[in-house]
C-alpha cells in the first residue's frame, strides 16, 4: 500500500524550530519528490517546497526560503521539514505530498498539526 | 508568481446538479500543469485530476476537466453526496511556487 506516514502534533513556543518527518512505504523512495504544503485553520493551501530524495536536492518556495530546510534519510524512506524561528501565524497543519513528474500530488500524508503559542 | 483565482467562493446546490467550478490563471499555463484536488473537513486533499483532463486512480467518471491557457473547469455532471467538500485547482509545472487556487466550497442548499 502507497502511503506517507507523518510525525505526531507539536507544539513550539515563538522563535523555537520545528522538523516534521514524512515516512514513505510501498513505493520506491528515490524516484518521486516530495512536496511539502501548508494549511493554516480555516484557509487554502500553501505550497512550501520539493525534495528530491534521489539526489537531496530542494527548491523552496521564496517566502520560506531562510527558514526551511527540507532533508531526507533513504535508509528508512523518510524526509524531514525543519522550519525555524517560528511565529504565531506559522500555525497550521503541514502536510507531504508525493510529486510524480506526470503531474499533480497523488499520495498526502495525513497531515501534521504545528501550533505556535507562548 | 502564477495567481490563481477561483470562483465562485462558495456554491449551494443539490445532489443530482451539475456543477461547473472555474479556475483562472493570471498567466498562461501549460495544459500539463493543472490539476484539482478536492479536500473534505479534517482530510488531506486527494488529487482528482490532473494534466487538466486526466481522472486519477479510482476518481469516477462524474468528475471531468477541461481549459487551456488561462482559464481551466472542474465539471461534476451529478453531484452525489460525498462529492461536497472544498475543490482547489493547482498549477504545477514550470517554476515554482506551485501555487493553489483559494478553493471553492460546495455546500448542500
Redesign the interface.
Known amino acids: 500500500q502507497v502511503q506517507l506516514v507523518q510525525s505526531g502534533a507539536e507544539v513550539k513556543k515563538p522563535g523555537a524550530s520545528v522538523k516534521v518527518s514524512c515516512k514513505a512505504s510501498g513505493y520506491p523512495f528515490t524516484a518521486y519528490y516530495i512536496h511539502w504544503v501548508r494549511q493554516v485553520p480555516g484557509q487554502g493551501l500553501e505550497w512550501m517546497g520539493w525534495i528530491n530524495p534521489n539526489s537531496g536536492g530542494t527548491e523552496y518556495a521564496e517566502k520560506f526560503q531562510g527558514s526551511v530546510t527540507m532533508t531526507g534519510d533513504t535508509s528508512i524512506s523518510t524526509v524531514y521539514m525543519d522550519l525555524s524561528r517560528l511565529r504565531s501565524d506559522d500555525t497550521a497543519i503541514y502536510y507531504c505530498a508525493r510529486g510524480p513528474n506526470w503531474g499533480g500530488f497523488d499520495i498526502w500524508g495525513q497531515g501534521t498539526v504545528v501550533t505556535v503559542s507562548s | 508568481e502564477i495567481v490563481l483565482t477561483q470562483s465562485p467562493g462558495t456554491l449551494s446546490l443539490s445532489p443530482g446538479d451539475r456543477v461547473t467550478l472555474s479556475c483562472r490563471a493570471s498567466q498562461s499555463v501549460g495544459s ?2 493543472l ?1 484539482w ?1 478536492q ?1 473534505k473537513p479534517g482530510q ?4 482528482l ?3 487538466t483532463t ?1 481522472r ?2 479510482g476518481i469516477p467518471d462524474r468528475f471531468s476537466g477541461s481549459g487551456s491557457g488561462t482559464d481551466f473547469t472542474l465539471t461534476i455532471s451529478r453531484l452525489e453526496p460525498e462529492d461536497f467538500a472544498v475543490y ?1 485547482c ?1 498549477q ?2 514550470g517554476s ?8 471553492t466550497k460546495l455546500e448542500i442548499k
Open positions: 500539463r500543469f490539476t484536488y479536500q488531506a486533499p486527494r488529487l485530476i490532473y494534466s486526466n486519477a486512480t482547489y493547482q504545477y509545472g515554482p511556487p506551485y501555487t493553489f487556487g483559494q478553493g
